[in-house]
């Protein structure tokens, strides 16, 4: 499984930005996916995540409310709506697959065997 992030950049307070991964896999079967973030200086964290079926959503207390995400399973594809940004979100952004489970939306960064590059956004004062 291999995934691949993109859509990040600078952006100013109050501000949205739509992220996007594209996930290439050689087997049929579902996973979780989940965006994760990491700051400079600071442990990676959980943002939200997705169960297979899209009927499980989980967020952080930090974006309830601004970040939205969605995905499309025929297509492989999840995205991150993030509206209202503010400069405390800036770090780079990865999507990640947990394929062990398919409805479960876990917050550890450890049950996320498979991971995207990494994109970076930046939001200015």
């Known amino acids: 499984v291999q995934l691949q992030a993109s859509g990040g950049g600078l952006v100013q307070a109050g501000d949205s930005l739509r992220l996007s991964c594209v996930v290439s896999?050689?087997?049929?079967?579902?996973?979780?996916m989940g965006w994760f973030r990491q700051a400079p200086g600071k442990e990676r964290e959980f943002v939200g995540g997705?169960?297979?079926?899209?009927?499980?959503?989980n967020y952080a207390d930090s974006v309830k409310g601004r970040f939205t995400i969605s995905r499309d399973n025929a297509k492989d594809t999840g995205s991150l709506q993030m509206n209202s940004l503010k400069p405390e979100d800036t770090a780079v952004y990865y999507c990640?697959?947990?394929?062990?489970?398919?409805?479960?939306?876990?917050?550890?960064?450890?049950?996320?065997?498979?991971w995207g590059q990494g994109t970076q956004v930046t939001v200015s004062s």
């Open positions: 896999r050689r087997t049929s079967s579902g996973y979780v």
């Open positions: 990640a697959a947990d394929v062990r489970r398919l409805e479960i939306v876990t917050t550890t960064p450890r049950n996320y065997g498979y």
């Open positions: 997705m169960s297979w079926s899209g009927g499980s959503t």
